[in-house]
Antibody
Framework: QITLKESGPTLVKPTQTLTLTCTFSGFSLYTNGVAVGWIRQPPGKALEWLALIYWDDDKRYSPSLKSRLTITKDSSKNQVVLSMTNMDPVDTATYYC????????????????????????WGKGTTVTVSS | IQMTQSPSTLSASVGDTVTITCRASQSISSWLAWYQQKPGEAPKLLIYKASRLESGVPSRFSGSGSGTDFTLTISGLQPDDFATYYCQQYNDYWTFGQGTKLEIK
């Protein structure tokens, strides 16, 4: 059974750096094809994807937030860490981490496999408020 | 890639069949997922690859579409189905729609 749990501060001040940890069980980031991502949701608003890290340490970031985000992993501890710099009140949100599952597609035109990842299991989320 | 859902709010009664639409700003093939979210809870995966039902999800949920236009249909609404639904593309990075709130009429 896959489970994920987010942890970190509930309150940060403007301009500070937020560091969140996702601790998971039921899978390993040593395993080929595994990824963990972060998503946030401001109060009463839609979901926003932030970042993702693959088993091979490849990373993807939201283009709009890329300059402020860093995602890292410690596979031995079953943890993924997200850092976001220069926090602002608009960053107040519930932050989720999620296990991503891979789908493969064979394109005969190019004789190549392509891989696509979607989020199948989510943590319960952690609420972060940005306020002085 | 922008994802646009309609309607933003939908009122229906138990037993009704409802359809939620999601449109992508460019073709995403079938790389689309649907999630259900209840207040105070994390999203729950319902459908992936546009039409594949996630294990354990009731068969009254179904998805269809490809390219830019997709639908989520719930046949025979149950009380537990009143929630907010999000589509998400995973063809090129990841983008969510703005959500559709399904309310009790």
């Amino acid at each position: 059974q896959i489970t994920l749990k987010e942890s970190g501060p509930t309150l940060v001040k403007p301009t500070q750096t937020l560091t969140l940890t996702c601790t998971f069980s039921g899978f390993s980031l040593y395993t080929n094809g595994v990824a963990v991502g972060w998503i946030r949701q401001p109060p009463g608003k839609a979901l926003e994807w932030l970042a993702l890290i693959y088993w091979d340490d490849d990373k993807r970031y939201s283009p709009s937030l890329k300059s402020r985000l860093t995602i890292t992993k410690d596979s031995s501890k079953n943890q993924v860490v997200l850092s976001m710099t220069n926090m602002d009140p608009v960053d107040t949100a519930t932050y989720y981490c999620a296990h991503n599952i891979r789908e493969s597609y064979w394109d005969p035109r190019y004789s190549s496999y392509y891989f696509y990842y979607y989020m199948d299991v989510w943590g319960k989320g952690t609420t972060v408020t940005v306020s002085s | 890639i922008q994802m646009t859902q309609s309607p933003s709010t939908l009122s229906a009664s138990v037993g009704d069949t409802v359809t939620i639409t999601c449109r992508a700003s460019q073709s995403i093939s079938s790389w689309l997922a649907w999630y259900q979210q209840k207040p105070g809870e994390a999203p729950k995966l319902l459908i992936y690859k546009a039409s594949r039902l996630e294990s354990g999800v009731p068969s009254r949920f179904s998805g269809s579409g490809s390219g830019t236009d997709f639908t989520l249909t719930i046949s025979g609404l149950q009380p537990d189905d009143f929630a907010t639904y999000y589509c998400q593309q995973y063809n090129d990075y990841w983008t969510f729609g703005q959500g559709t709130k399904l309310e009790i009429k």
